[in-house]
């Protein structure tokens, strides 16, 4: 591995690399090669940021009423050694965006703080908050932000991933446009499905079309199924 500091020894940011091999017939190796080539600005001194959250997982399913202790990994990424760097801890649930075509964070339901204890350069931390419930089913939002005084690359000081608060369902719903029973009607096979992928099935689950479908195709992760 070899590093070129090319602004501390030129004069001009201005830098053409080339890489020249030279050869005789005395010998038949197969010569050298070049790999992982990179041409990046030097690290920055302070630069702390949240490199993964461990609990909640991405994308997982917890069950409505379930304690859980949510987690984050920081990573000191600047050449500086940190310590006593506030890292915050959000939960928001969700609302769809007709604009975004997607669910987005809505409202904080959950918050902590902790703080980490001495990070050498490259070296990591996983923090742990103070463990939460949630009642409620839906899409959630678990976001870590790390607070370090001075920090001088904002873009990486937040990270977000998306999981769900399952309830358990079964029984029979229908697809149509016809009186059904309170919650088990939808008007699209899509919305039922947005849904059922929102919960657990922990029974035999029905599913009764009243309505022609369109080409739009749709599943039923198999994760959610008990």
């Not at 017939?25 to 702390?48: C, H, K, R």
């Not at 050449?79 to 769809?96: A, D, E």
């Amino acid at each position: 591995t070899c590093a070129l500091p090319i602004l501390a020894n030129f004069k001009t940011p201005n830098v053409r690399v080339r890489f020249y091999l030279s050869i005789d017939d005395g010998v038949t190796f197969w010569g050298w090669a070049l790999d992982s080539v990179m041409i990046a600005e030097p690290p920055l001194a302070n630069d702390i940021k949240p490199s993964s959250i461990s609990s909640p997982l991405a994308n997982s399913v917890i069950f409505q009423g379930t304690e859980f202790t949510p987690s984050s990994t920081v990573f000191n990424q600047g050449n500086q050694t940190q310590s006593g760097v506030p890292v915050k801890f959000k939960i928001y649930n969700s609302v769809y965006s007709l604009e975004d075509s997607a669910y987005v964070p809505n409202r904080v339901v959950y918050e902590d703080n902790a703080v980490t204890g001495t990070l050498l350069s490259g070296g990591s931390e996983q923090l742990t908050f103070l463990p939460v419930v949630i009642d409620t089913p839906g899409q959630y939002y678990a976001v870590s932000l790390s607070r370090n005084p001075g920090d001088q690359d904002p873009t990486n000081d937040s990270l977000s991933i998306p999981f769900i608060i399952g309830g358990k369902i079964h029984g029979t719903y229908y697809v149509g446009r016809g009186s059904y029973p309170a919650g088990r009607g939808y008007t699209s096979l899509g919305s039922l499905m947005t849904y059922l992928n929102s919960n657990v099935l922990d029974g035999n689950t029905e599913i009764l079309l009243d309505t022609n479908l369109d080409r739009k195709s749709t599943r039923l992760n198999s994760s959610h199924r008990t």
